[in-house]
């Protein structure tokens, strides 16, 4: 036999134990290149680049019609960027 409680938990004691059990939320930071959300030390999921290296061919799985859109995206991406460098201080959190 398995080990057997030689007493109850009452509810408090229990819900003290499972205070911790619970699901984190994943910490985001931004990307510096599109500045989407993305998981920090890991490559960017929307523009496949980490540490400002093309990583991933993002185009690659894409569709004609995927493709112009992210083209659009990645280019207002970068004039934003041009325009306001806040972006570029945020990254470095
Ligand atoms: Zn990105």
């Not at 057997?4 to 931004?30: C, D, E, F, G």
């Amino acid at each position: 036999m398995g080990g057997v409680p030689k007493q109850r938990k009452t509810k408090s004691r229990q819900a003290n134990r499972r205070m911790h059990l619970y699901i984190k939320s994943s910490s985001l930071v931004s990307c510096p290149k599109c500045a989407k959300p993305a998981l920090p030390h890991t490559v960017c999921q929307n523009c496949g680049t980490y540490k400002g290296m093309d990583v991933v061919d993002v185009m690659k799985k894409l569709t004609k019609k995927e493709k112009k859109q992210k083209e659009r995206e990645i280019q207002a991406s970068d004039k934003s960027e041009a325009r306001n460098p806040k972006s570029e201080t945020n990254s470095n959190n």
